[in-house]
């Protein structure tokens, strides 16, 4: 009895090893998908016509970060546009929240409550030039003072007057042109309106409590859908997360792979022929068997400096996608040839002996009835080839892959970036909101070599089935 | 069937140029590869450019600076990113290739020293060093010896020292080790270095006794990790222990460096901001290159494209710069930009080293290569 | 007088019946026997490449040097080519990848090819193999933002940068690998020895590991050289998630430089563009392509004898 339960206590252990694997791996991809939440409220905000960028002052002694978003472009027509804002604004608070960093803003607009459609109070503050006016640094009683040469009529309406020296805004001394903007833009977000400013005019300091910031209600549009198909079909903007396109790298990696197929599976497959059905069972066979399981195993790396040195550079196919194609070609080859031959090794030898028996050649043997019987093996291990290589991203980074292009490739010298790349690119960016693009680009991968392996599976299943008939 | 599919194979093949140097005139192609410093400021460049002309179709790389120049002198790119101007076997191959160049400083990148925002390493005081305590924490003669931050200056924690910075592969290792240092490569082996800028503000963030350095644009995404420490650019101690002054110049006496003085007093530091860098009191920066291939300047996409690179609305704009995490140099550079490339001026400014040149001097050196 | 004919037509005529079907068998063979040796074509070109790119640095830097020493600075001043960090931490990162690996590959050959009944095996199978088609960038991408985060919750002085995170999510990606050789080794043993076992009265377990598994031995032995192989050649989860900075010695709770990470940061560095340091690359390169043909040898010649034995 103790021996069948030790029997049972190890299956449940197996079983659980498994179990923990997938596990394991699926929760991995699961997080990974939800880092690319953002994405709906990122593009919500791009719709709108704001594309952010992140700034921060340095004020010795203080241990704060202060930092500010201005919106680094106002999309012409857009509602943002419309209700005044424009590019160098700062944006300060969404729905009531304060922005301190791009990820602030798409978050506060992915958590409003509402439907689809959301309108929310921005409060901006507008550029230096429409808030304060003219700038210069001047020299008073041995110090320099920034000083208000000429105020914009906001900054007259609050009561600001030409030759008034800037010295503290919201608390934070001004050491400089530019700075006194950006403490106006800084203190309205962490000490609110109306912001504190001390000046000092004909030698006599003077306090004034000023709200230079606008306010509006704007429409933001939460759509995953289309934001996904945004970001699947656009081309690629290398500053703003949320207006990241993953098109080039997307055709770039299908075209790649398409040019890969043509090449290694005509060779694969024929190579897989030749050594299971022609062969003769000898020394030299034998070897040619140890170099292709050898080169199954070959380190990426190694691959992309071949493909670099003999595909780029002596075949003179630069970094086209023919070059990329073949590179892959190279890392693959052995994979199928492999599958096939396993694809071959089941097809039962009557099959064979029938053919022969009735005076077919070996050539005819395998092309009306070995292949056939063999296509639905051979065609799942093809594509299962066709998924390592849509990930690869090492052996391309050596040919010379570019990571960002402006157009979409079109033919088969063109340059071209791939989907891996394009993830390793964005994973290594600092900015706000690259890391959830990153993800997305993992979640169409993944799911793009989900349906291919699906697809494999059933059409194997399908084919095996009319055949077994 | 099968010979038209084939025809057709070779007819796509035959039919699309791949744009080098030897492209056709009306080539509507740019091929762009180098450094991961400068290639975002071309990459936004591009996408700004391919508003303006559809036709264009422009790719960039970030090879590396290494190996765009590799790429580039063997004919494959038309212009080649750098965040340190062409060396000397890469001038001998550029010559031995029959391949023109012309230098243009297109931006300014700040090498910020930085600490954790919760440093213990200053004891509360503000983080100051200066170019002679940066050096003794950092040459390679401290190897294996500068371990404890008391033994900098008493100012400072009697706690382990962390270093970790730019792997010796980066730009940013340098024009690191060059200004610090006195030559570039000249730097302690024993501290982590990583092409990783972000991953490097990420990990000093967290350990109150690590140091590191990094670029400016690292430094404005990490404010709420880390501080950049302020530094001042004499090359002198302030108050080393004087065991720890004799044991160093004594190894640098066995190399033939120059010993290290101790001066007292306090230390003035710069902090790195806007300002600082572009007008040289922040002392290390380091400059930002394209070089275009002198035969694909003949090119008159190539030709659109520099021009628009070089005009006001792009690297003399600030905002536009910053945006990519880097500066603009300031107009009397520029002017010398624009100049070598109206005048397709080729050759480079700098011989094929900048080391111990101080940024002011590199910026002369660049003007008098213009002409000005 | 016949009129000129075209390609197409030429050929068909060659290969037409009845001589011509002998003709096509031959062109048959001929042409698949050309696809069949492009395998040999492909690693002499390999080995002839790569040992003329290795050439300037081999003929430069003293092989003990190499080999044995254990500072790799390449472009510091002065320079040290020592590769023994380089190997030590690949050879760390691939021991904690194959010691995840072997285990639950193991185990998860012998559940599915002993004990999962049909249906579950439908399943599970092509689940285990869809571990192995995640992109490599992706599991560099989890060790690197995932993985670290959550073990440094419990091992605090674990660097941010680490050999651990990259060494487990490496072996999470073996185990397809280790698993479906062994399975497929499991299956090849032949029906009568269980039999024989059953007959003297052992339970399924008792047979599988007392007579099943010692006589695939060597055939799960080939599977581990061949999972090492992958671990050794793994570039992308490394160079993500490890640092890529040579330490000496090995220490993976700390940032390490494996032989195919120190081949990324040379091929996109931004140091000096030397032939010399090119050269660096592919003695690297070399290095690697002969370990792995040495390893792969051993575990086809291990495969071939565990076949003869019980086919």
């Known amino acids: ?469 | 069937m099968r010979h038209g599919v084939v025809c057709l194979l070779l007819a796509v093949v035959a039919g699309w140029a791949v744009a080098q140097p030897t492209a056709p005139l009306d080539s509507p192609a740019i091929l762009v590869d180098g450094s991961s410093t400068v290639g975002p400021i071309t990459e936004a460049v591009a996408k700004e450019f391919a508003a303006l002309y559809p036709r264009a179709r422009i790719s960039v790389g970030i090879s590396g600076t290494s190996g765009g120049f590799r790429r580039f002198l063997a004919g494959e790119t038309d212009i080649n990113d750098a965040s340190r101007p062409i060396k000397p076997s890469e001038i001998a191959r550029a010559a031995e290739a029959g391949i023109a160049y012309i230098e243009l400083l297109i931006g300014l990148d700040g090498v910020v020293v930085a600490v954790s925002r919760e440093t213990q390493i200053f004891r509360g005081a503000p983080p100051v060093l200066t170019l002679g305590e940066l050096e003794l924490l950092w040459s390679r003669e401290s190897e294996g010896f500068i371990t404890r931050w008391s033994q900098i200056s008493p100012r400072f924690a009697d706690a382990p020292i962390v270093l970790s910075g730019a792997a010796s592969t980066s730009g940013t290792f340098d024009i690191f080790t060059s200004v610090v240092n006195g030559k570039e490569g000249d730097c302690r082996a024993d501290y982590f270095g990583t092409e990783e800028d972000q991953l490097l503000a990420e990990q000093t963030g967290a350990d109150p006794f690590a140091l590191t350095y990094f670029g400016f644009a690292y430094l404005e995404h990490n404010r709420d990790r880390v501080q950049a420490v302020a530094i001042d650019p004499r090359h002198v101690l302030i108050d080393t222990p004087p065991e720890v002054v004799e044991e160093i110049n004594h190894r640098r006496a066995q190399v033939g460096k120059p010993p290290l003085v101790v001066v007292g007093g306090k230390p003035q530091g710069v902090l790195p901001t806007v300002d600082t860098i572009a007008n040289f009191t922040y002392p290390l920066s380091r400059p930002l290159f394209i070089y275009v291939n002198a035969r694909s300047a003949e090119r008159p996409m190539v030709q659109a494209f520099v021009d628009f690179y070089l005009s006001e609305e792009v690297i003399g704009n600030e905002e536009f710069m910053l945006d990519v995490g880097y500066l603009p140099v300031g107009p009397e550079v520029r002017e010398a930009t624009r100049r070598i490339w109206a005048q397709r001026i080729t050759g480079t400014a700098f011989g094929g080293t900048i080391t111990g040149f101080t940024p002011e001097e590199i910026a002369q050196l660049y003007r008098k290569h213009a002409g000005l | 007088m016949a009129k000129p004919l075209s390609l197409a037509e030429a050929l068909r005529a060659y290969t037409q019946a009845p001589r011509g079907r002998r003709r096509r068998e031959g062109l048959a063979r001929a042409v698949l026997a050309l696809a069949g040796s492009l395998s040999i074509g492909i690693t002499l070109l390999i080995v002839a490449l790569f040992v003329h790119g290795s050439l300037p640095f081999l003929r430069t830097v003293p092989l003990r040097e190499f080999l044995l020493g254990t500072r790799w600075a390449p472009i510091h001043e002065p320079a040290t080519y020592g590769i023994l960090p380089l190997v030590g931490a690949t050879l760390v990162t691939a021991g904690i990848a194959l010691a995840v690996a072997v285990p639950l590959g193991l185990l998860a050959a012998v559940f599915l090819s002993t004990y999962a009944p049909a249906g579950l095996r439908r399943v599970l199978k092509p689940a285990l193999e869809l571990l192995a088609g995640i992109p490599t960038v992706v599991y560099g991408f989890f060790a690197l933002r995932l993985v670290t985060p959550f073990l440094q919750r419990f091992f605090p002085s674990l660097g941010f940068w680490n050999g651990l995170s990259a060494g487990l999510v490496m072996g999470i990606m073996i185990i397809p690998y280790m698993a479906s050789l062994s399975e497929d080794v499991l299956y090849a043993v032949p029906r009568s020895l269980w039999e024989g076992a059953y007959a003297l009265g052992a339970t399924r377990f008792e047979a599988l590991v007392r007579v099943v598994l010692p006589a695939a031995l060597s055939g799960i032995g080939a599977a581990f050289i061949l999972a090492l192989t992958r671990a050794v050649g793994e570039t992308m989860i490394v160079a993500l998630a490890a640092g890529r900075t040579p330490t000496w010695p090995p220490d993976p709770t700390q940032p390490l430089l494996t032989l195919t990470a120190a081949i990324v940061n040379i091929a996109t560095g931004d140091h000096e563009a030397t032939a010399f340091i090119w050269s660096a690359v592919f003695a690297i390169g070399l290095l690697l392509f002969l370990t792995t043909l040495v390893l792969n040898t051993v575990s086809y010649l291990v495969i071939q004898r565990f076949r003869e034995r019980y086919a």
């Open chain 1, 1 to 469: 009895m103790r021996r069948r339960a030790l029997g049972w206590a190890f299956a449940a252990l197996a079983g659980a090893a498994v179990g923990v694997s997938l596990l394991a791996v699926a929760l991995l991809v699961l997080i990974t998908a939800l880092q690319a939440g953002p994405i709906t409220a990122m593009r919500a905000v791009a719709d709108a016509g704001i594309s952010l960028s992140l700034r921060s002052l340095e004020i010795p002694g203080t241990r704060e970060a202060l930092t500010y978003v201005p919106m680094a472009q106002v999309a012409a027509g857009s509602p943002a546009a419309g209700l005044g804002m424009a590019r160098g604004d700062a944006l300060v608070a969404v729905a009531g929240t304060g922005v301190d960093r791009p990820s602030r803003a798409w978050e506060a607009v992915g958590r409003a409550p509402g439907g689809r459609s959301v309108t929310l109070p921005v409060v901006w503050l507008p550029r230096a030039e429409v808030t304060l006016g003219g700038l210069r640094m001047e020299s008073r009683n041995g110090e320099t003072r920034v000083v208000l040469a000429s105020p914009s009529p906001a900054a007259r309406e609050a009561g600001l007057q030409p030759g008034d020296a800037l010295l503290a805004v919201g608390g934070i001394p001004i050491q400089g042109t530019r700075q006194a903007w950006e403490a106006l833009a800084v203190a309205a977000r962490t000490h609110g309106v109306p912001v504190e400013l001390v000046l000092e005019r004909e030698s006599e300091r003077l306090t004034l409590f000023w709200d230079p910031t606008r306010q509006a209600e704007l429409t933001f549009v939460r759509d995953p859908l289309r934001a996904w198909w945004s970001f699947l079909t656009t081309l690629n903007e290398p500053r703003y997360p949320e207006r990241a396109g993953l098109l080039p790298a997307f055709l770039g990696s299908v075209y790649v792979v398409l040019v890969m197929a043509v090449v290694a599976l005509p060779l694969g497959i024929a190579g897989a022929v030749y050594l299971e059905e022609y062969a003769p069972q000898n020394l030299f066979t034998r070897a040619i068997e140890l170099l292709v399981a050898n080169l199954a195993g070959i380190p990426s790396a190694v691959v992309g400096i071949i493909g670099l040195e003999v595909f780029a550079r002596a075949l003179g196919a630069g970094r086209s996608v023919l070059a990329g194609g073949l590179t892959l070609a190279v890392l693959i080859l052995p994979i199928v040839i492999v599958a096939s031959r396993e694809a071959l090794r089941t097809v039962p030898r009557t099959l064979r002996e029938a053919a022969f028996a009735l005076g077919a050649t070996r050539w005819e043997t395998v092309r009306h009835h070995v292949l056939p019987y063999a296509f639905p093996a051979i065609l799942t291990g093809t594509i299962l080839s066709f998924s390592r290589a849509l990930g690869e991203a090492a052996p391309l980074l050596f040919l010379g892959a570019f990571l960002f292009v402006t157009y979409v490739p079109q033919g088969l010298m063109d340059s071209f970036t791939v989907v891996p790349l394009q993830i390793f690119e964005w994973a290594t960016r600092p900015q706000d909101g690259f890391a959830a693009v990153a993800a997305a680009a993992i979640v169409v991968l993944l799911s793009l070599l989900l349906l291919l392996n699906a697809g494999a599976i059933l059409l194997r299943n399908r084919l095996q089935r009319r055949w077994s008939e």
